[in-house]
C-alpha cells in the first residue's frame, strides 16, 4: 500500500511548528498552494490584558494601564495569506 502524502502540505505542518513568531514567513499556503510571504497582524491577547491588569492593580492611573495595547511586542500575532486570507498560524506570547 502507498500513501501518497501531499508534499505542499508536509512543507507546511513543519513550517507551522514554532517557526511563526514577530515577522512574516514565506511558506506555501496549504489553501490556495501559492508560496507566499505571510501577512503579520498584532491583535490584543492574553499577555496584553494581564499586563494592562497588572499596572492597574500596582496603582497606575487609569490612563497608564491602556499602554501595553500600544507595545506590539505584547500582543498576539496572526500570519493571514495575502492571496486568499487564511489565517495561516496565530502566535500567542502565552
Ligand atoms: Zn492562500
Do not use: W
Not at 513568531?21 to 501559492?34: I, K, L, R, Y
Not at 500575532?77 to 492571496?83: A, D, F, M, Q, R
Amino acid at each position: 500500500m502507498n500513501i501518497q502524502v501531499p508534499v505542499g502540505m508536509s512543507h507546511c505542518t513543519l513550517v507551522a511548528i514554532g517557526a511563526f513568531g514577530d515577522s512574516p514567513v514565506q511558506m506555501t499556503c496549504p489553501n490556495c498552494h501559492h508560496a507566499v510571504v505571510t501577512k503579520v497582524e498584532f491583535t490584543s491577547g492574553v499577555l496584553t490584558y494581564l499586563f494592562c491588569g497588572g499596572l492597574f492593580f500596582c496603582g497606575f492611573v487609569l490612563g497608564c494601564c491602556l499602554i501595553p495595547f500600544c507595545f506590539d511586542r505584547l500582543k498576539d500575532v496572526k500570519h493571514t495569506c495575502p492571496s486568499c486570507k487564511t489565517v495561516l498560524a496565530v502566535y500567542k506570547r502565552l
